[in-house]
């Protein structure tokens, strides 16, 4: 079946040209080679396909069948296998990203936006997840998380400038409480928990101090598996937050919740791109990878 393919293409290119001289050069062997080639497909089909003279080749009625039926299906194969090559080069196709809802709306979709209005043959598509995603499992292309939460099998790429935790309450919370100073001073206070979505557990409020660190069990009367309820609890009073600061900042410009501890709360590794390192990267997904790149300045 191969060498039928190979000899049709060979007899295709001296029906087309009408000639052993030219479709030699096309095809780029001796005319001898190719005169060979193509009684040996006569012989195999059983049938003449070509009619030789010292002057001219044409095809017989049988060649003329042959180049009219299989010739555009030969052509319509060439088509595809460009139109693929073309894809190749072209930045296109579907680019996966699993996220959690911060790390899309504060880096993913502010750098990637521009990108898709640029090159419009590339889909995104960005799941939102809180828990620690088997990326390769999934069938993603990437994930984003804090630089310390990815495993050392993946290469990882900075995206997002360094973060900081906040640990906020409403002025109408700090009316009835004093407020802490020290980490331990929470155990005295109303804290708002957050259920982590992996294992199930209460997040240990982390701080540090020079060489000091120290995890905080903290006790409440209400947990939440989300920031956005977490933030909403502490804007009514409910007891004292500690969120990302860039989502508490808004509220804390605007008086409506007051910042304790900021000394205790030092900055760690920010929003990471992460993907296998055993990856081939598509043009499209480069184009994604060098749009997020962190240059430092917040960019």
């Given at each position: 079946?191969?060498?039928?393919?190979?000899?049709?293409l060979?007899?295709l290119?001296?029906?087309r040209?009408?000639?052993?001289?030219?479709?030699?050069?096309?095809?780029?062997?001796?005319?001898?080679?190719?005169s060979?080639?193509?009684?040996?497909?006569?012989?195999r089909?059983?049938?003449?396909?070509?009619?030789?003279?010292t002057?001219?080749?044409?095809?017989?009625?049988a060649?003329?069948?042959?180049?009219?039926?299989?010739?555009?299906?030969?052509?319509?194969?060439?088509?595809?296998?460009?139109?693929?090559?073309?894809?190749?080069?072209?930045?296109?196709?579907?680019?996966?990203?699993?996220?959690?809802?911060?790390?899309?709306?504060?880096?993913?979709w502010?750098?990637?936006?521009?990108?898709?209005q640029?090159?419009?043959d590339i889909q995104?598509?960005?799941?939102?997840?809180?828990?620690?995603?088997?990326?390769?499992?999934?069938?993603?292309?990437?994930g984003?998380?804090?630089?310390?939460?990815?495993?050392?099998?993946?290469?990882?790429?900075?995206?997002?400038?360094?973060?900081?935790?906040?640990?906020?309450?409403?002025p109408?919370?700090f009316?009835?409480?004093?407020?802490?100073?020290h980490?331990?001073d929470?155990?005295?206070h109303?804290?708002l928990?957050?259920?982590?979505?992996?294992?199930?557990?209460?997040?240990?409020?982390?701080f540090?101090?020079?060489?000091r660190k120290?995890?905080?069990?903290?006790?409440?009367?209400?947990?939440f598996?989300?920031?956005?309820?977490?933030?909403?609890?502490?804007?009514?009073?409910?007891?004292?937050?500690?969120l990302l600061e860039?989502?508490v900042?808004?509220?804390?410009?605007?008086?409506?919740?007051v910042?304790?501890?900021?000394?205790?709360?030092p900055?760690?590794?920010?929003?990471?791109?992460?993907?296998?390192?055993r990856?081939?990267?598509t043009?499209?997904?480069?184009?994604?990878?060098?749009?997020?790149r962190?240059?430092?300045?917040?960019?």
């Open positions: 079946m191969r060498e039928n393919v190979s000899d049709l060979a007899f290119a001296v029906a040209e009408r000639s052993f001289t030219k479709a030699a050069a096309q095809l780029g062997v001796s005319q001898s080679a190719l060979h080639t193509i009684r040996g497909l006569e012989e089909l059983g049938v003449r396909l070509l009619t030789r003279t002057r001219s080749v044409s095809p017989t009625a060649g003329e069948r042959l180049l009219r039926n299989v010739g555009p299906r030969f052509e319509e194969i060439e088509t595809e296998l460009a139109a693929l090559n073309e894809m190749r080069a072209k930045p296109a196709g579907t680019i996966r990203i699993s996220a959690t809802e911060h790390a899309a709306t504060t880096v993913l502010p750098k990637l936006k521009k990108l898709l640029e090159y419009s995104l598509e960005i799941l939102i997840e809180q828990s620690l995603t088997d990326i390769v499992a999934a069938r993603y292309d990437a984003v998380r804090l630089g310390e939460q990815i495993a050392k099998d993946m290469i990882a790429m900075r995206i997002g400038p360094e973060m900081r935790m906040a640990v906020v309450g409403a109408a919370y009316a009835k409480r004093p407020k802490p100073t980490p331990q929470l155990t005295d109303n804290c928990n957050l259920r982590l979505p992996t294992s199930g557990g209460l997040y240990s409020w982390e540090a101090k020079g060489q120290m995890n905080v069990r903290v006790d409440g009367q209400l947990a598996n989300n920031a956005g309820m977490i933030l909403n609890a502490a804007l009514e009073g409910f007891g004292l937050a500690c860039d989502f900042h808004p509220a804390i410009k605007e008086g409506a919740l910042r304790v501890l900021s000394d205790w709360c900055p760690f590794p920010g929003y990471h791109l992460y993907y296998p390192s990856r081939q990267l043009p499209a997904f480069a184009l994604v990878v060098q749009a997020l962190y240059r430092g300045s917040g960019r």
